[in-house]
């Protein structure tokens, strides 16, 4: 919703075409594409085919590989995750592929993003989205679970991408 409010292209993927629906309808992406059913890189010719300049990752693996070797120079990637690494079985550090040809060729700016960080912010970030939302360019979206108990598979669906928006548990 930032990058739309912005008056940026965006293009989003997700594994769910009801996400997809959300992600269309309420948050009024440019571009939405089911990650299961498409190729990453035919979408970034199509769709993008300038480049990408910026990139708000928390899948990491192949899919921001891709992204990266799309990636228009002095592009910008801000991580906060790397979901499609997190159930790898192998022992050690989680091997997670990255496209040092491009980062370094392109001169390409990877950071490190936790919303923490911007404590200083965090107020006109808040009254900003609350704006948005009470002017309805920013629409909630929340699964909500009913009861302490629901916790286990509420978070094992979580995991599996079965939430649309906030996985919430009434307790």
């Not at 990266?68 to 991580?79: D, F, S, T, W, Y």
């Not at 009470?134 to 979206?141: D, M, P, R, S, Y």
Request: proline residues 5%; glycine residues 8%.
């Amino acid at each position: 919703p930032f990058m739309v409010q912005a008056g940026c292209t965006v293009l989003a993927f997700a594994g769910d075409d009801e996400k997809l629906k959300w992600m269309k309808n309420d948050l009024g992406f440019d571009q939405v594409f089911n990650y299961k059913k498409v190729k990453p890189r035919q979408v970034f010719k199509e769709f993008a085919p300038n480049g990408i300049n910026r990139y708000f990752d928390n899948v990491g693996g192949e899919f921001a590989c891709y992204v990266m070797q799309h990636m228009v120079p002095l592009g910008r990637i801000a991580v906060c995750g790397a979901i499609a690494t997190y159930n790898n079985e192998q022992k050690g550090p989680p091997l997670v592929p990255l496209d040092y040809q491009s980062l370094i060729y392109k001169n390409l700016r990877i950071e490190g993003f936790v919303v923490y960080s911007f404590k200083k912010d965090w107020m006109e970030g808040l009254q900003q989205m609350r704006d948005w939302i009470v002017e309805g360019k920013l629409k909630i979206q929340e699964t909500v679970s009913d009861g302490f108990e629901t916790m286990p598979q509420s978070f094992i669906d979580l995991l599996d991408g079965k939430n649309i928006g906030k996985q919430i548990i009434k307790a």
